[in-house]
Each structure stands twice: as structure tokens, then as C-alpha cells.
Nanobody, 126 residues
Framework: QVQLVESGGGLVQAGGSLRLSCAAS????????MGWFRQAPGKEREFVAA????????YYADSVKGRFTISRDNAKNTVYLQMNRLKPEDTAVYHC???????????????????WGQGTQVTVSS
């Protein structure tokens, strides 16, 4: 298991930016693909973004493509989600997750992930 702790959420006006961080501990962080998911009240959890174990491949939901950027710093055991041009519909609890298996290039389904953080609230006001 990888232990994950998210931070950086908050309240922001529409059009603003936030950067989420997810600090990992436990198993070797650099060997795992990482992802961000979100869940709004009354809605299903949805995929937001993912990055391969080596950091060369990134994947995004259509709803955030061009606005959000996922990155990782393996020296700091941290994955980031830079969120720009935020919209009220981005309001949700954001969770980071670590892939179930080692050396995964593409992991975008929740079933691909085995460790989850508690989440950080992002609220975008109109």
C-alpha cells in the first residue's frame, strides 16, 4: 500500500486557479502510475487525470483537457494537479490514487488503482 495525503484545495472564484498536491509514502512512489479523481455531491466518482509511472504519459478527462495539468516529482514523492480556468462544475472532493500494479503506463479507470487518499475539497464559486 501507498499512503497518500492530498492538500491544496479551497474556495476559488470561477476562472481562478488552484494547485493540488498529493504526498506519498510507503512503497516506492516512482514505480506507480498516479491519478486524480473527483466526486461531487450526489454524483459518481469520475476520472480527472493520470500520469504514467515514469511521467512520460499523461491522460485527461475531456472535461478538463486544456485546463488541468498533472505532473509528478519523484524526488519529492509528490504528484500535482494544476487546475486553471476553474468552473463551478469543477466543484468536488478531489482524490489522488496510486495504481495497483507496478510500472503501469496507462491507468484511467478507478479499478486500476489500489491506494486512495482522503481527498481535498475544491469549491468554485460563480
Amino acid at each position: 500500500q501507498v499512503q497518500l495525503v492530498e492538500s491544496g484545495g479551497g474556495l476559488v472564484q470561477a476562472g481562478g486557479s488552484l494547485r493540488l498536491s498529493c504526498a506519498a509514502s510507503g512503497r516506492t512512489f516512482s514505480n506507480y502510475a498516479m491519478g486524480w479523481f473527483r466526486q461531487a455531491p450526489g454524483k459518481e466518482r469520475e476520472f480527472v487525470a493520470a500520469i504514467s509511472w515514469a511521467g512520460f504519459n499523461t491522460y485527461y478527462a475531456d472535461s478538463v483537457k486544456g485546463r488541468f495539468t498533472i505532473s509528478r516529482d519523484n524526488a519529492k514523492n509528490t504528484v500535482y494537479l494544476q487546475m486553471n480556468r476553474l468552473k463551478p462544475e469543477d466543484t468536488a472532493v478531489y482524490h489522488c490514487a496510486a495504481a495497483l500494479s507496478l510500472f503501469v503506463v496507462k491507468a484511467t479507470d478507478a479499478a486500476d488503482f489500489g491506494s486512495w487518499g482522503q481527498g481535498t475539497q475544491v469549491t468554485v464559486s460563480s
